[in-house]
């Protein structure tokens, strides 16, 4: 079997109407303890509920002038493993339960994308391929899913260049494309650890609000600090304190603006 990122083009990927369609296990992420709309109040629903909320009013401009971009929301953490992919999942399956509202969740997460793993499915053309290919457009590459209000955009194939990509005019004029088709479209992307790679700077400056996920006794006042630092201009910017361990055992999530 041909590796993904060294497939020669996109295009069989792409023809076919089912290739724009993805059937996300919603057992699987129950299981996982996610949250899913069968999945009742859980503890981490009702958790997402509050850390949507203030996001949501500040795109929409509830509490004053929207913020500029503010429907563009990054998810990214100082360093790996710190829950940022569950989150940024967890957000946008949570604010799919809006009424007039879309979500897109791209896995911008281009070195290491995990999205679709996380979801039970395969690799399929994305971001990536439509910032090397004028050709494409993304309605070519944005997969409808079997929860009506969500759809998904692949990271598509590894480039070497990835961080120039996501810093050129292409990447500018799709993210304008990517706000303003959609008036109730809020649209959020897993982002790299900002510690690992510079993609992930790069992708927070060109958004309107930034979700950044600290684990609980694990990241160090160092890395936050110097994450932080590296996401300075962006004025908008949250923290999720992940992985409390509660009393009972179970993990609990703080969030601070």
Known sequence: MIPFDEMPRAEPLLMAAEARYADINLTRLQQLGMVTHEGGRTGVAEDFRIIKRPLLRSARGLDGPPVPHGNLIVVTSALPGEGKTFCAINLAMSMAMERDTTVLLVDADVARPALLTV????????????????DLDLSDVILKTNVPAL??????????HATELLASRSMTHL???IATRYADRIVIFDSPPLLITSEASVLAAQMGQVVMVVESERTTHSAVREALRQIEPCRHVN?????????????????YD
């Open 175 to 177: 993210l304008e494309d």
């Open 151 to 160: 759809s998904l955009l692949p990271a598509g194939r590894r480039n070497k």
């Open 239 to 255: 923290l999720i304190y992940n992985k409390i361990r509660s009393f009972t055992g179970n993990d609990q999530y703080g969030y």
């Open 119 to 134: 979801l039970g499915l395969q690799p399929r053309a994305g971001l990536m391929d439509v910032l090397l290919d004028d």
